[in-house]
Every structure is written in C-alpha cells, then in structure tokens.
C-alpha cells in the first residue's frame, strides 16, 4: 500500500511541477512526458531506502562477527 500511495503523490506531483515547469519556460505542456518521469522517479525513489537498509544491516551482522 505504501508503494502505491508514493506513485500516486509522484504522479500527482510531478504533473504540477510539470505543469509550472513549462510555463515558466513557455512550453507546451504534455501530460505524459510528465506521468512517465514522475513513474520514474518514484521508483527510483522507492528502491533506494531498501537498498540502504540491506547494506546497513550487512555492516551490524559484520561488526558483531
């Protein structure tokens, strides 16, 4: 469930920051451009604290061997 609310708000966010983004560079706008990097990021963002997480567990079992 928490993954799915963090692709919601990444959507919901990046088509805002897209939206300001060609505005202020006086582009058109295109919603998917802004869905697919949005998506993105969003995973990218969702599989960084996993992977931290198992490096910081693997450094505890080392420090305790």
């Known amino acids: 469930m928490r993954y799915i609310a963090v692709i919601f708000w990444s959507i ?3 088509q805002v920051a897209g939206f300001i983004g060609g505005a202020l560079n ?3 706008f295109n919603s998917t451009y802004s869905i697919i ?3 993105v990021f969003a995973v990218i ?3 960084i604290p996993l992977i931290l997480d198992s490096s910081v567990k693997d450094e505890k ?3 305790n061997a």
Do not use: D, N, P, R
């Open 45 to 47: 963002f969702s599989v």
């Open 26 to 28: 006086q582009q058109k």
């Open 12 to 14: 919901m966010l990046g």
């Open 61 to 63: 079992v080392e420090k």
């Open 37 to 39: 990097i949005s998506i």
